[in-house]
Nanobody, 116 residues
Framework: QVQLVESGGGLVQTGGSLRLSCAASGSIFSINTMGWYRQAPGKQRELVAIVTSGGTTNYADSVKGRFTISRDNAKNTVYLQMNSLKPEDTAVYYC??????????WGQGTQVTVSS
């Protein structure tokens, strides 16, 4: 059984920063990609950023230059540093972990609210 525990969400003013963390525990080995998605009310879930096992990163155009994704393989943890936050970044953020030999796992979601 695999568990993903997210933390770091909250309420912040426009221009502020937050750091999200997602730690995977349980029977999980050799993680391929780790990433973050978000879903705003009334909208579909969208990719925010992903990082491969080799360290290659990919970002949504809307967050490039403001968000940074990183991972700690020893801890099976992925981070999302979010700077210069905007009201349109308000959403529930979900971490996603894809092992090499299993289906993807999703976190429970953490709310990020940016006030104007």
């Amino acid at each position: 059984q695999v568990q993903l525990v997210e933390s770091g969400g909250g309420l912040v003013q426009t221009g502020g920063s937050l750091r999200l963390s997602c730690a995977a525990s349980g029977s999980i080995f050799s993680i391929n990609t780790m990433g973050w998605y978000r879903q705003a009310p009334g909208k579909q879930r969208e990719l925010v950023a992903i990082v491969t096992s080799g360290g290659t990163t990919n970002y949504a155009d809307s967050v490039k230059g403001r968000f940074t994704i990183s991972r700690d393989n020893a801890k099976n943890t992925v981070y999302l540093q979010m700077n210069s936050l905007k009201p349109e970044d308000t959403a529930v953020y979900y971490c996603n972990i894809v092992p090499y030999t299993a289906t993807a796992y999703w976190g429970q979601g953490t709310q990020v609210t940016v006030s104007s």
